[in-house]
DNA sequence: CCTACTTTGTGATTGTGTTCACATTCACAT
DNA sequence: ATGTGAATGTGAACACAATCACAAAGTAGG
């Protein structure tokens, strides 16, 4: 297969489509058009044409797409055919939550490994997984092969964590703190800042709308 | 002020040129440069640039930026020169882990109030702030003039919050539901979505660094 | 006051992603 | 068969954001 270069922003697209159309396809529509998906979405019809288009044609000219079949191909494409292990680093207020946070499993993703290097914290169970020893984060994730690692301690801490991450092999990690990584390139980094976002909003509030009317 | 339009990257990243400043002016560093400050956020220099650009002319030709004025200058364009104030809706596993998030009152925003609609939890005091019935969300937001809310409650009760919000005369939202809102043009939406995040990340580096090489 | 050096500010360029608009293809009725 | 209507797939146009590259404006030293 020649890829031409995808978006990236595509690939997230992707994934609210394979969540929508399970849902469609819960609710007994079998037969999607873009247009359908594209309302539920919130997006255009064609975007979602496009979208699907760099990875093949999936339709059916004046029909639209097979739900369960298009939800399959996606699946593949984004490498959720199979779940995803996650690691998760740092068991503070945020990496409690994502512990508990039941819906991920249901969209592909379990965690399955947590770490933090308060005593106090080494040994307990939350939502089934028991938190481990950080000096052990290397070997651990080394030897279970995971890729994937959240990362949810507090700043200062980040980047020394980060290193230990790449020693033992991850190849993405989604961090929570205002990213201040530098990661060789065949390490992925995404950064969710919430003071970044609420910043944006407030901004936002201020200008945007005046410009709209 | 003639505003040119602004990309809307450049006001999430003026507000890390505020945090990094404040960081750097801590350190003693009076006169940064384009170039320091770029280091710093890990982009160009040009960017830094271009991004103040936008507002104005902020620094000195062959020195830089004053490091305290420009902070100042650059609180004010993003409207952080006061304390925001927030609201919480859901206090679940996220919401709870926001509410004891301390790093927001550091940067600029304070969670004031806080709604859920379990009865066990009504009246319950986490971090500071007492828990207050669903119930009374558009009131008390209204007549707070609280313009900023940050939605934490499971997907299918979203789209029903969202609607006393706008109700409630909210100008933000920051949601961790799947998007599936629809606002007018006036109430600015962000959405935080963990699934999709992870789903690039995986995406990307089973393929992105193929190309890189 | 002139020269060498530094760093800003910005028009022009490049790059990336979205949207349009239409030819293409399929289902179905006649 | 053949025509009609519906929806896909996609090159081209557009919109927006990042980057370059250089003129303008400052400092410092003699």
Redesign the interface.
Same mark, same amino acid.
Do not use: W
């Given at each position: 297969m020649i890829?031409k270069?995808?978006p990236?922003e595509t690939?997230?697209r992707?994934?609210?489509y394979f969540?929508s159309l399970s849902c469609l396809l819960r609710k007994g529509e079998e037969i999607v058009s873009s247009k359908t998906l594209a309302e539920?979405c919130?997006i255009k019809p064609a975007t979602v044409r496009k979208d699907l288009s760099y990875f093949g044609e999936f339709g059916t000219r004046g029909v639209g797409y097979d739900a369960a079949s298009l939800i399959n191909k996606i699946k593949k /494409?984004?490498?959720?055919d199979k779940k995803?292990n996650?690691a998760l680093v740092g068991i503070?207020? /945020?990496g409690?939550?994502?512990l508990?946070?039941s819906?991920?499993e249901l =969209?592909?993703?379990k965690i399955v490994m947590a770490f933090d290097n308060s005593p106090s914290k080494i040994g307990d169970t939350v939502g089934n997984v028991m938190i481990e020893d950080a000096a052990n984060i290397r070997e651990r994730i080394e030897s279970s092969g995971i890729?994937?690692v959240i990362l949810a301690v507090p700043?200062y801490a980040t980047s020394k964590v980060a290193n230990v991450l790449q020693l033992a092999g991850a190849? !993405?990690? $989604?961090s929570f703190s205002?990213?201040?990584l !530098?990661m060789p390139?065949?390490?992925?980094v995404?950064c969710?800042? $919430? !003071?970044? =976002?609420?910043?944006?909003?407030?901004?936002? !509030?201020?200008?945007?709308?005046r410009e709209?009317v």
């Open positions: 890829t270069r995808v990236s690939i997230g992707l994934f609210r969540r539920v919130h /494409i984004i490498k959720l995803i996650v503070g207020n /945020i409690r939550a994502l508990k946070h819906t991920f =969209e592909g993703f890729h994937l700043d190849k !993405s990690i $989604l205002p990213c201040g !530098s390139a065949d390490i992925q995404t969710i800042d $919430l !003071s970044v =976002e609420m910043a944006r909003l407030v901004y936002n !509030s201020c200008v945007d709308y709209k």
